[in-house]
C-alpha cells in the first residue's frame, strides 16, 4: 500500500515507474476495456457492488490481477473525501513531440491547476486534437486530480511533455505548423483565424498567461471578444471555446477531425459524465 500511496502522491514516483493510478468504477472500466495493459486493480473489501465484481472478474480473465483490500484500507491511502472502492494501476501513454507532424495540437503552458488541465485535455480529446502538449512547468497530466478532471481522456490521448515552452513553439514551427496563443484583449478575433491544417493554439499560465520569450516566437495571438466586465476568461472556458471552433472549422474539409482512431472515448458521450 506504500506504493500506491507514492504513485497517488509523488510525481517522481509515477515517473521513475512509468505508471500512475486510475480511480473509481467508471474510469477503471474504460482503462480495462481501453485495450492497453493494466496492471493490476485494487478492490475495497467491503465493497460488494455488482458492478465491482463484474469489473474485477472482468480484469482477470484477461489477465489482469485483481488485489481485495482489507476493509477501510483504501481510505488511508487515497486522500479524497469520499474514497473509491476501486483503483488500478495504469502504464503511462506518452509520445514524443518529434512524432507529432500534423493536425490540430492544444499546447497548456505553466498550467499548474490539476482541474484546469483535466478539463483541457477532456475537451480538446472532444473535440478531436492530434495531441495536447504539457510544456514548462505544467502539472502533472496524471496527477490523480488531472486524471479525475481529464473523465479518462489521460487513457487514450496523446500526450507530450516538453520541459520548455519556447523549445516546443519552435519544434512545432520547424513541423510546419502555424502556432497562436492568446490574449485578453488585441489579438485576431478567434473566429477570423483558420484553424484547418497544421496548426497550435497556445494556452497559457492561469494567472499570468505566456511569458515574454515564448509570446514573442507565436505567428499571431487570437482573442476571445466578451460582452461583460471580467478581465479575461479560465483557461479551461477559454480552451473550450478555441478547441471547438476549430472543431467546427475542420468538419467538412480534408483534413477531417484529427482524433485517434479509437471507439474508447465514445463511451464517455454515450455513458455520461465520469468525471
Same mark, same amino acid.
Given at each position: 500500500?506504500?506504493?500506491?500511496?507514492?504513485?497517488?502522491?509523488?510525481?517522481?514516483?509515477?515517473?521513475?515507474?512509468?505508471?500512475?493510478?486510475?480511480?473509481?468504477?467508471?474510469?477503471?472500466?474504460?482503462?480495462?476495456?481501453?485495450?492497453?495493459?493494466?496492471?493490476?486493480?485494487?478492490?475495497?473489501?467491503?465493497?460488494?457492488?455488482?458492478?465491482?465484481?463484474?469489473?474485477?472478474?472482468?480484469?482477470?480473465? =484477461?489477465?489482469?490481477?485483481?488485489?481485495?483490500?482489507? +476493509?477501510?484500507?483504501?481510505?488511508?491511502?487515497?486522500? =479524497?473525501?469520499?474514497?473509491?472502492?476501486?483503483?488500478?494501476?495504469? +502504464?503511462?501513454?506518452?509520445?514524443?513531440?518529434?512524432?507529432?507532424?500534423?493536425?490540430?495540437?492544444?499546447?497548456?503552458?505553466?498550467?499548474?491547476?490539476?482541474?484546469?488541465?483535466?478539463?483541457?485535455?477532456?475537451?480538446?480529446?472532444?473535440?478531436?486534437?492530434?495531441?495536447?502538449?504539457?510544456?514548462?512547468?505544467?502539472?502533472?497530466?496524471?496527477?490523480?486530480?488531472?486524471?479525475?478532471?481529464?473523465?479518462?481522456?489521460?487513457?487514450? =490521448?496523446?500526450?507530450?511533455?516538453? +520541459?520548455?515552452?519556447?523549445?516546443?513553439?519552435?519544434?512545432?514551427?520547424?513541423?510546419?505548423?502555424?502556432?497562436?496563443?492568446?490574449?485578453?484583449?488585441?489579438?485576431? +478575433?478567434?473566429?477570423?483565424?483558420?484553424?484547418?491544417?497544421?496548426?497550435?493554439?497556445?494556452?497559457?499560465?492561469?494567472?499570468?498567461?505566456?511569458?515574454?520569450?515564448?509570446?514573442?516566437?507565436?505567428?499571431?495571438?487570437?482573442?476571445?471578444?466578451?460582452?461583460?466586465?471580467?478581465?479575461?476568461?479560465?483557461?479551461?472556458?477559454?480552451?473550450?471555446?478555441?478547441?471547438?471552433?476549430?472543431?467546427?472549422?475542420?468538419?467538412?474539409?480534408?483534413?477531417?477531425?484529427?482524433?485517434?482512431?479509437?471507439?474508447?472515448?465514445?463511451?464517455?458521450?454515450?455513458?455520461?459524465?465520469?468525471?
Amino acid at each position: 500500500m506504500k506504493r500506491l500511496r507514492r504513485l497517488l502522491e509523488k510525481r517522481s514516483s509515477r515517473w521513475d515507474e512509468g505508471v500512475y493510478v486510475v480511480e473509481g468504477v467508471e474510469l477503471v472500466r474504460l482503462a480495462v476495456n481501453g485495450g492497453q495493459p493494466v496492471e493490476a486493480l485494487y478492490v475495497d473489501g467491503n465493497c460488494h457492488l455488482d458492478d465491482v465484481a463484474h469489473l474485477c472478474a472482468q480484469a482477470r480473465s =484477461t489477465g489482469i490481477q485483481v488485489f481485495p483490500l482489507a +476493509p477501510g484500507v483504501l481510505e488511508k491511502v487515497t486522500s =479524497t473525501v469520499s474514497p473509491q472502492p476501486l483503483l488500478a494501476v495504469v +502504464p503511462m501513454r506518452t509520445v514524443a513531440l518529434d512524432a507529432v507532424s500534423s493536425g490540430l495540437v492544444v499546447v497548456l503552458a505553466d498550467v499548474r491547476d490539476p482541474g484546469n488541465a483535466g478539463t483541457l485535455i477532456r475537451t480538446a480529446e472532444a473535440a478531436g486534437v492530434s495531441a495536447i502538449v504539457l510544456a514548462g512547468q505544467c502539472v502533472d497530466p496524471f496527477n490523480p486530480k488531472t486524471v479525475r478532471a481529464s473523465a479518462g481522456a489521460v487513457l487514450w =490521448t496523446q500526450l507530450c511533455v516538453s +520541459p520548455e515552452v519556447p523549445d516546443t513553439i519552435r519544434a512545432l514551427q520547424r513541423r510546419d505548423f502555424r502556432v497562436f496563443g492568446t490574449e485578453a484583449r488585441g489579438g485576431v +478575433p478567434y473566429e477570423e483565424v483558420d484553424w484547418t491544417g497544421s496548426v497550435a493554439m497556445v494556452l497559457g499560465n492561469e494567472a499570468h498567461g505566456l511569458d515574454a520569450a515564448s509570446a514573442e516566437l507565436l505567428d499571431g495571438t487570437v482573442t476571445i471578444a466578451m460582452a461583460g466586465a471580467a478581465e479575461s476568461l479560465n483557461v479551461g472556458v477559454a480552451g473550450a471555446v478555441l478547441c471547438f471552433e476549430a472543431l467546427k472549422q475542420r468538419r467538412g474539409t480534408t483534413d477531417g477531425v484529427d482524433g485517434l482512431p479509437y471507439d474508447g472515448p465514445n463511451r464517455i458521450a454515450e455513458g455520461g459524465d465520469c468525471g
